[in-house]
């Protein structure tokens, strides 16, 4: 069954640093999808990113980056220039092809808190 | 906005009492998935429909039934509550496999069973 590592429970960054968020999964399919998404405190669930297994570029949202290394099977979320409002939980996500057929798996999280 | 809308928002209940949770969508959507939030477990599937009348299965279905009678609405069922399923429940939909395959949630149900 895949499997989705985030080691890091909870990160500090600095207003206007960038971020690094890891996460490690598992899976034998070759077919695949990365997802990230964000949880305020108010608790809503709100998608950021996406990044299929066969993509050849990393995948970019405004400030939001995918770090895709594939043969290390890791998906890593760079933040860049963070702000006050990025303070939140971070959950990174795997969804085998074909999606609907297919549970999306989640990891633990991480939870970020941005410094002034 | 996926027009996803869940009921009640909060909810308090005894163990043993049945409880149900409503998802509501607007736009049609075939794909629609229960998922409930733990702390150190992130969102685990509980169970998901493909259609009306047509469900499966999710990882932690034990407990949980499901019914989905019309397209709009996919109802979460506990029929008898524990307190392990104290919990936040999260709706979600998927807009098909012309998409990347993310999921839209809805804003998440607060069960406390006592």
């Known amino acids: 069954a895949q499997k989705i590592t985030q080691t890091q429970p909870g990160m500090f960054v600095q207003e206007k640093e960038a971020v690094t968020l890891d996460c490690t999964y598992d899976?034998?399919?070759?077919?695949?999808?990365l997802f990230w998404y964000k949880q305020p405190s108010s608790g809503e669930m709100i998608f950021l990113i996406y990044q299929g297994s066969y993509d050849q570029q990393n995948a970019t949202e405004g400030r939001y980056s995918l770090n895709f290394q594939k043969a290390r099977k890791s998906a890593n979320l760079v933040i860049s220039a963070s702000q006050l409002g990025d303070s939140a939980m971070y959950f990174c996500?795997?969804?085998?092809?074909?999606?609907?057929?297919?549970?999306?798996?989640f990891g633990a999280g991480t939870r970020l808190t941005v410094k002034p | 906005d996926a027009g996803i809308t869940q009921s009640p928002r909060h909810k308090v209940t005894e163990t043993g009492t049945p409880v149900t949770l409503r998802c509501h969508q607007t736009?049609?959507?075939?794909?629609m998935y229960w998922y409930r939030q733990d702390p150190g477990h992130g969102l685990r599937l509980i169970h998901y429909?493909?259609?009306?009348?047509?469900?499966d299965k999710g990882e932690v279905s034990d407990g949980y039934s499901v019914s989905r009678s019309k397209t709009e609405d996919f109802l979460l069922t506990l029929e008898s509550a524990t307190s392990s399923q104290t919990s936040v429940y999260f709706c979600a939909i998927s807009l098909g496999q012309a998409f990347t395959g993310e999921l839209f949630f809805g804003e998440g149900s607060r069960l406390t069973v006592l």
């Open positions: 996500a795997m969804r085998e092809l074909p999606y609907n057929n297919n549970d999306m798996r």
């Open positions: 899976t034998s399919d070759p077919s695949y999808g």
């Open positions: 429909s493909y259609g009306v009348k047509d469900t």
């Open positions: 736009e049609n959507h075939r794909y």
